[in-house]
């Protein structure tokens, strides 16, 4: 491998990072506040994808803003799902069955729906400008890959702006460190934790078309980002957006570099790999291992 | 106490014994068929209870187990020449094996995020399996047995296989692996400083739970005589296995079942009618349980019960005033008796 | 029988409990004491099992089991109660038991684990409730079933994180009279409690604990006396409150209250057998 091959391995997998950061942003602060683990991800990812295409083909509008269009509709949806069904479950502090079986269901209902309203064929999204590229020096660049990372590190920024700056952010924060005593200090939960799901899911819709804009999709498109995105998670240790920045660009350095050795086949074995090895090695995640280094220095 | 014993232990041997002569009073070979499928499924759905129901812990990769199995029952049969059941036996071990594997990295993680690791786990095997050379990769494999096909030899087959699962069900439900296990799914942490070891419990059900499932895709495997990874490995077995002791009562005995029966019997027409959207009825029935009746089938039933024992009640109120106050005589009662569950 | 060598515990660069050394002897109940925040409740999690030390040694009739699992624990005759109660709630009280019957020191069989089980229940006094739901039950029955579950176990060593908690006056009482009793038959008892006039009722001995520092050890009447103690509690004790234990027991006013601690049935009734041991 030339050092110009690993620049270029290197730098197509921070563009990636940026798009599993996105995705995973949305479980995460869903988690945090509801301490539901939202299988659903993938179904709204799905939806979130159609949604991209639907506004392409039908309005003629540009696919990264599309996604971002999809962006508010998704979290209507999303908000829409926490007062129909999420605000029925038991409170609980800690992950619970029947809120992972409800979510699981959800995702069932998403992904067949897809298959009845958009067919099972695979579909994608086309521009002209697919297949352009940008060179800088030796380093090649698909642009439109280049698009996605900057609008999905853009919102993620801002996310991270929203909860250090704004009332919504504290609140929110608030409930992520205690629920019951943000109750307590008189935070709305309902309220917010129906905002966050909107925000959560909102994030799904966004991950799911930007990535429309990269790979072909179809309903059951979702179901190995769901994976990737609990490996980052659980690599980032589940508390932070900056955490899951660390946590996906790990996975993504891994994933491109295992290329080199494994057919593409296996990525997702590699994904997995690595989820075993860090719950072996690292029970606690990257941050216990920063922690711990922290610790010794 | 005899009583008792015989309440619970007679309804499963009247329904064995039915279930056996069944076939000699002629019934359709379409309904034979429906009732082997149905004791297929209704084995790894009282297998994944062990697990599931018992001690809680929810796995998305029961289809593993049955890949395993079936592709295990396969390559022994039609490339080992093995005797069709101690293949079925070693299918059983193979996936019990895997299981171990599996659980000691899964079984640190805790209650959800065991259950995403699972869906994990589930994808890796499919991916791994489709591209195999010993399992045909993705074109599949086809099992041919030297003894022409008999279709009542799978009936019994598979009717013993489900009966031997509601035994270990009901033996386990009735001993200390069973207090053990509901206790786990109760609180871990209470559990432990009782004296259970959580990770080694978890471990021994998800190997139960395995070889039985492993057996049952192996019978499965047998009865189709062509298998592939996208169909014994795909996600719709794992979902498929899971929702069945959803729907008849997790962590009962009777639940997964029930559960068994449904989805047999009703997932034939639901197939046939709506082919693309019975996961979308199953996802709905899901969301219905969780929401409305988290018991499930036999949830319902006991509702019911109660409910019309409230009504008989009312209807009779002076009786229900004497059977009040006779209640804490019961309680004494029962407490004299000894262990009474 | 419960020897703690250097235990201490950091949490990031706090440490919550430094240094701490001492020994629990057969028949005794020995207590901690100590103001909010002082390392009570992490030095018994670390002897429990749910903790791991950052240095230091727990040692069990002379065997190390530092950093042992509780369930590891249970089997070396050790098992504890929750200072939170943590009944197996859809379990009735008598299943309850029995899981301690059947997974500890002992284990064994169905039937003879069924009937230790009935004997814990007898021995806290809950034997008329056996087949109701473990969560209907009221808070002081909740805390005796977790004596009851520990119990049904076996140990030798009982390890109690504010039992008394919560209850009332009367329930205290009677849960005291129960320690005591759990004692009497030969089961060693290590009692956490924030209510000091319940600790000094009760224990043969006390260690003292401030800033996570041992600060004294003695019976009930030497700690009392202890200038060191009672500079802990009159003077500095609002600098022991860190915040942190916000939700921990009843409000400490009586703690300043020597005459109360006088009153309190037994105080004043230190056991004879306090000193002697068998190890």
New interface residues.
């Given amino acids: 491998m030339t050092l110009v091959d690993f620049a270029n391995l290197l730098v197509a997998a921070v563009l990636l990072a940026g798009i599993y950061a996105v995705m995973s942003v949305g479980m995460t602060v869903i988690y945090g506040v509801m301490k539901i ?1 939202n ?1 659903a991800h993938a179904g709204f990812m799905m939806l979130g994808a159609y949604f991209a295409m639907e506004l392409f083909e039908r309005l003629h509008l540009d696919p990264i803003v599309a996604a971002l269009a999809v962006f508010p509709i998704m979290a209507i949806v999303g908000i829409a799902v926490y007062y129909l ?1 999420v605000r ?2 038991p409170q609980s502090d ?9 979510m ?10 897809g ?2 309203i958009w067919g ?1 064929e695979d579909r994608s999204i086309f521009t002209p400008r697919t297949f352009d590229v940008i060179h800088a020096g030796p380093i090649i660049l698909p642009t439109i890959r280049v698009y996605v990372f900057a609008a999905g590190a853009g919102c993620v920024l801002l996310l991270e702006a929203l909860l250090n700056w704004t009332w919504f952010g504290r609140a929110l924060r608030a409930l992520v460190q205690n629920r019951y005593a943000g109750q307590i200090v008189g935070v709305d939960d309902q309220k917010i934790a129906s905002l966050t799901f909107g925000l959560g899911i909102g994030f799904a819709g966004l991950a799911g078309a930007l990535l429309a804009s990269l790979y072909s999709f179809n309903p059951d498109f979702g ?2 980002f ?2 990737r995105a ?2 980052i998670i ?1 690599l980032g240790g589940l508390e932070s957006v900056s955490g899951v920045a660390i946590g996906a660009l790990v996975l993504a350095l891994v994933e491109s570099f295992a290329i080199i050795w494994l ?1 593409a ?2 990525q ?2 590699v ?3 690595l ?2 090895v860090v ?2 090695v690292l ?1 606690g995640g990257i941050a216990s291992l920063i922690g711990r280094v922290r610790r010794l220095a | 106490m005899t009583g008792a014993r015989l309440r619970i232990f007679l309804p499963p041997i009247a329904l064995l014994g039915v279930l056996l002569l069944l076939p000699a009073f002629g019934i359709q070979p379409n309904a034979v068929r429906l009732l082997f499928v149905t004791f297929v499924w209704m084995t790894a759905s009282i297998a994944w209870n062990l697990l599931g129901g018992f001690a ?1 812990q ?1 796995s ?1 990769g029961f289809a593993v187990f049955y890949g395993v199995g079936a592709y295990a029952a396969a390559i022994l049969i039609d490339g080992g020449r093995l005797n069709p059941y101690l293949a079925l036996v070693a299918a059983g071990m193979t996936a019990a094996i895997a299981s171990v594997l599996i659980g000691l ?2 079984f ?2 805790r ?3 065991f ?3 699972t ?3 589930s ?2 095997v499919r ?2 399996a ?2 195999l050379e010993f399992t045909g990769g993705a074109s599949g494999y086809r099992i041919t047995e030297p003894r022409p096909f008999n279709q009542a030899e799978h009936y019994y087959t598979a009717l013993i296989v489900a009966a031997l699962a509601f035994a270990v069900s009901l033996f386990i439900s009735r ?2 692996f069973g ?2 296990l ?2 786990i799914n ?2 871990e ?10 990770f080694v419990y978890k471990l021994k059900a998800h190997a139960v739970a395995a070889f039985l499932t492993g057996v049952a895709g192996g019978v499965f495997a047998r009865y189709a005589a062509f298998i592939h990874p996208n169909g014994v490995f795909g ?1 719709p077995i794992s ?1 498929q296995i899971l929702l069945m002791p ?1 729907i008849g009562g997790l962590g009962t005995v009777w639940g997964p079942v029930i559960g068994g029966v449904v989805i047999g019997v009703i997932e034939e027409e639901i197939v046939a009618y709506f082919p ?2 019975h ?2 009825i ?6 219905v ?3 409305f009746e ?1 018991g499930g089938i036999l949830g319902a039933i006991r509702r019911l019960q109660r409910w019309v024992r409230r009504i008989r009640d009312r209807q009779a109120g002076k009786r229900t005033a004497d059977a009040r106050s006779k209640k804490p005589d019961e ?2 009662w ?2 004299g008796s ?4 | 029988m419960l020897e703690v060598r250097n235990l201490t515990k950091f949490f990031g660069g706090l440490a919550a409990v430094r240094d701490v050394s001492f020994e629990v002897r057969r028949g005794q109940i020995f207590g901690f004491i100590g103001p909010n925040g002082a390392g009570k409740t992490t030095l018994f999690n670390m002897i ?1 099992g ?1 903790y791991k030390p950052t240095s230091g040694q727990v040692l069990s009739c002379g065997r190390n089991i530092t950093g042992y ?4 624990l ?2 070396e005759g050790i ?2 109660t ?1 200072q939170v109660v ?7 009280v ?2 309850n038991v ?3 019957a ?4 002992q284990g064994g069989d ?2 003879s ?3 230790r089980a ?1 004997d814990a229940l007898r021995e806290v006094g809950l ?6 739901s473990a969560h209907v039950l009221s808070v002081g029955n909740q805390k005796k079933l977790e004596v009851a ?2 119990l049904a ?1 076996d140990p030798e060593l009982l390890l109690c994180d504010e039992i008394c908690g919560g209850l009332t006056r009367a329930e205290t009482d009677a849960m005291l009279d129960l320690l005591r009793q759990i004692r009497d038959r030969g089961t060693t008892i290590m009692y956490v409690e924030h209510d000091v006039r319940a600790i000094t009722a009760v224990c043969d001995r006390i260690l003292v604990l401030n800033y996570g520092k041992k600060l004294s050890e003695g019976t009930p009447n030497e700690i009392q006396l202890d200038p060191a103690v009672i500079e802990a509690y009159l003077g500095a004790a609002p600098k022991g409150w860190n915040g942190k234990e916000v939700s921990e027991g009843t409000p400490e006013k009586v703690q300043n209250d020597p005459a109360d601690i006088e009153t309190y049935p037994g105080a004043s009734a230190p056991r004879a057998k306090t000193g002697t041991d068998d190890e």
């Fill in positions: 683990v299988l069904l029925w479950l800690k992950p619970t069955l029947p809120s992972l079986l409800l699981f269901g959800l995702w069932l209902v998403l992904q067949n729906l298959y009845v099972n179901r190995p769901l994976i609990f490996v659980v057919p086949g296996y997702l074995a994904s997995f790999g989820l075993v719950l072996i029970p | 809680g929810v998305f990295p899964t640190r993680l209650g959800p995020y259950a995403i690791a869906i994990g786990v994808e890796t991916v791994v489709t591209n001993h200390k207090l053990g509901i206790a109760q609180d942490d209470a559990a432990a400083d009782t004296g259970v070891n959580p996600f979902v959803v693309q959207v996961l979308l199953y996802g709905l029935l899901l969301i349980i969780v929401l988290p309680v004494l029962g407490a000894g262990p009474g569950r | 429990a749910t699992p509780s369930f590891r249970v089997h098992a504890r929750h943590r009944p197996f709630r859809a379990m009735t008598l299943d029995r899981v301690g059947h997974f500890g020191r169905h039937k684990a069924a009937d009935m034997h008329h409730l056996t087949d109701s579950r520990a176990t």
